[in-house]
């Protein structure tokens, strides 16, 4: 199926800001060339590149906001995945056990995409000689859906960081920025979500663009995290009440690769293999490679990393089909059963993000055309049902969670474990435990882990020997970051702990 890709286009004008910012430089102080953006974008096409490259951001193979870099390093440093022991060390092995933090990999990166992605965030709305075209606004909420959702990333990673809000005239503006705190990197996020649920086009316009609705998703997590419970309540019924997106009634539904940009997905990461070597954009899927060993995770020099946690296994209820998704057993396309074995033990891999092509060969080991689903509708329930009851206690919640179980196959949560239904704390932990099952290898518990609190315990309760500390709540800021940018001093602005 031929997919929406970001065009030649809006690749050449991420390639000409980025000029500018750089991959790892991007608030180098003494720039090679500086394109001010009041003589770059002066059309609607350019306008539209514009918002199309930011997108670049999000789909690199290896270190964009999805690429593996960031993506198994999440996985593993949570309670659902463990680092099988048949791996070689390496650093995704050490980010994994907490011993260190490898500052130019990682979610790291995401410090130095951030500036790429203002970039276009502000071209459009901050240049005065822009002409008025139908489209602008659109394309306006479009390019701060791209920031906020960026920037709702880095906070939860670092704290408070840099906020770029407005266009850059020189390169001297650009190596002198403060860091930001918390509340003003929120303030932004949340400014920029509104923007994108009034202005945003009631349908997306091309697979893998927003929708309001998605702006609303968005912000109703936003709002969760902050634990602003009634807000996060109020967006999530919008959206489940206003929008035209539906559970679908199976879970494998979702995840069909035959059945990408489906009814339940708000967001979803456009991948498309051809364009894998000559700009990143491949996926690289957490899943079952197709080596003649059959035998390997994330890659034929990986070792198989990452399998599921045995704590994660336990938490699914007697006849739950997503236990499903986790597997030691896939047929191909031949008829035959892969059977997967670590170390004498058999290994559960989550087949959730991995498409039949990868497994049957048929694509790259390294890499998948097979998109990825940023925020789903699935995900909304369960924030309205964790907001609603909180807000109002679990008998006005229950509505939210059961759809989401039934779907699974399960009865309704209160029939069995009826003390939920009057018992706010019950209802708590069953929320909590329906999220990590419905949302498992999504790359939500990681986060989900972080605002609840408790990520240091789960990480311990599965990985004892994790080297993992209180500070590890946040990631340290790059070095060069400070030698970089004079508005920030390593000294009074680097996380506590490192």
Known sequence: MKKYIITTRSFLTYILIFSFFGCDNFLETEPRSFINPSTFFNTESDAEAAVLGGYRTFGSGISGSFGWHQDFQLAAMSDDFTVRPLANPNDVDRNAKFIDFNPTRGPQNLYYQVGAINTFSWSIDGISGMPEFPNKQALIAESKFLRAYNYFIMVQLF???????????????????????????????????????????????????????????????VYLTKGEWTDAASWAKRVINESDRELLPSIWHVFDDSNENNQESLFEIQYEIELQRANQVGNWPRGIGANA?????????????????????????QGDERRNMIATEVP??????????????????????????????????NNSSYNFIALRLADVYLIAAEAENEVNGPGSALQYINPVRNRAGLSNIEVTNPVVSSDKSAFRSAVRKERRTELFDERVRYFDLLRWGTLVERVLAVTPDAQIQPHHVLFPIPQDVFERNDGVNAATDQNPGY
């Open 159 to 221: 704290g408070g960081v840099s906020i770029i809000d407005k266009a850059l005239e020189t390169p001297e503006e650009a190596s002198n920025i403060p860091r930001g705190t918390v509340d003003e990197v929120y303030d932004l996020i949340v400014s920029d979500l509104i923007t994108g649920s009034e202005e945003l086009p009631e349908t997306s316009p091309q697979p893998g663009r927003p929708s309001k609705y998605t702006a609303m998703a968005l912000l109703a997590k």
């Open 293 to 317: 060993d059959k035998d390997y995770f994330l890659g034929p020099n990986w070792g198989g990393v990452y399998i599921a946690s045995e704590d994660l296994i336990s938490d699914f209820e």
């Open 332 to 365: 191909n396309a031949a008829g035959e059963v892969l059977t997967f074995n670590a170390d004498g033990a058999t290994p559960n891999y989550s087949i959730k993000r991995t498409p039949s092509a990868y497994i049957n060969g048929l694509e790259s080991n």
